[in-house]
């Protein structure tokens, strides 16, 4: 019996509270919204959120981000409920986290570092440790003073001054040198990486891209018939798995990239640049959208941005809209029985005018599949035809 107890304490989840700013131009449901998906961050990363604060702000505060009344709020809150961990929606500053850690006395994240912990637990091959090793190091370089807090409650005076800042310096040299190494053992990785890609240059590629957690591992597994590791987790996949796919007589490879996500901490988007190179050298690219998501037009734009910096938005883009069979319209009452929507719909509707080609499926139920295969295989043989035009073996 005590070791049941001792197990249940250790799986124990911590709870946390979750920290937002209303921004000027945002709507309190707009904020509701973001700290939904950041709810959905903290149970990725094993923890239970209990509540949420939002503040009105025309910008941060520059101390505390939320304001010293805010934050005494979040502080009454913190200490009645128990609560472990404080999270906010935005990248903090090292002086506001430093700020309103003293305040809260309890472990305070930001946006970035919970993101960065969850790619930590996620990362599974060589290339993706070192990676996420990167993002934190850079992320942990500016925030160093943090960790030396326990210096100031020592007294002052003769024999006192410096021990703080010179053990400081040293953690910034070694965790500089550390940084040094890692981007020389991506860069080797990088070269290991190209060479393949230039080994199997010849075949047409395809990339999978989209929002996290919106089925692209789904329809991996079910394009190339393949085992991809698929959870409804944010960022269930880091690494790039490259198939290779016959569709009918046509041979052509098909990647499964990480999946984009607002706010994505900049150090990440550095990091991962590399792996993102499957999608810069694809001949074809298929942008998967959860239909089903109720903001799923702001995570069209996120990913749309982020494969502009990627400069890859002119590319050939399939968007595959997908989970159709959980689809609600917006204006619709949820409460109300209504018939769901066929594909004929769909066909009619804005989403497939304003996203040509587009296509509508639900890969769990195998849903209008043949006719998503069907289009992959000519945008595939369009451009095989254009790069081989004497190749007319396979046709």
């Known amino acids: 019996m005590a070791k049941k107890k001792l197990y249940e304490t250790a799986i124990k989840p911590e709870r946390a509270v979750l920290v937002g700013i209303i921004k000027p131009g945002e709507t309190e449901e707009q904020t ?3 700290l939904d998906e950041l709810k959905f961050l ?6 239970e959120t209990v509540h949420s604060f939002t503040q009105k702000m025309q910008r941060p505060d520059r101390a505390t981000f939320v304001g010293t009344g805010k934050l005494e709020e979040i502080n009454d809150y913190v200490k009645s409920e128990e609560i472990d961990i404080v999270v906010f929606d935005d990248e903090l ?19 970035s570092n919970l993101i960065l ?39 002052g005076g003769i024999g006192m001054r410096g021990p703080g800042e010179s053990q400081i310096e040293t953690d910034r040299r070694i965790i500089l040198n550390k940084i040094t190494l890692l981007k020389e053992r991506l860069r080797e990785i990088d070269k290991q990486n190209e060479t393949q890609r230039k080994n199997r240059s010849q075949l047409i590629r395809v990339a ?8 692209k591992s789904t329809i991996m597994n079910m394009i190339s018939k393949s085992e991809v590791f698929a959870e409804n987790k944010l960022f269930a996949t880091l690494d790039t798995t490259v198939r290779k796919v016959v569709i009918e007589n046509l041979p052509f490879l098909l990647s499964d990239t990480v999946g984009f996500i607002r706010k994505l901490p900049h ?8 792996t993102l190179d499957e999608v810069r050298e694809a001949d074809t690219l298929i942008h998967v959208v959860d239909i089903s998501h109720q903001n799923f037009e702001d995570q069209i ?14 590319k050939e883009i399939i968007t595959v809209f997908n989970k159709i069979d959980a689809y609600k319209p917006a204006d619709v009452d949820p409460q109300e029985e209504q018939a769901p929507l066929t594909l004929a719909d769909f066909k009619n509707s804005w989403m497939n005018k304003h996203n040509m080609p587009a296509i509508f499926i639900s890969a769990l139920n195998k849903e209008n599949i043949e006719e998503f295969r069907t289009l992959l295989y000519e945008k595939v043989k369009a451009v095989h035809t254009e790069r081989y035009p004497y190749d007319k073996l396979l046709f």
């Open 32 to 34: 509701k919204e973001y």
């Open 42 to 47: 903290v149970d990725t990363a094993g923890g």
């Open 93 to 111: 500053s090292p002086s506001q986290l430093r700020n309103i850690e003293n305040e809260l006395q309890v472990k305070v994240l930001d946006r």
């Open 117 to 155: 912990d969850i790619f930590a637990k996620r990362a599974q091959t060589s290339q993706a440790k070192t990676q996420v090793e990167l993002a934190q190091l850079q992320y942990l370089l500016p925030r160093l003073t943090r960790l030396w807090t326990h210096l100031e409650r020592q007294k």
């Open 208 to 215: 999978l891209v989209g929002y996290t957690n919106v089925g």
């Open 267 to 274: 150090h990440l988007v550095e990091c991962f640049k590399s």
């Open 301 to 314: 734009n996120t990913v749309n941005e982020t494969l502009k910096e990627l400069g890859v938005i002119d």
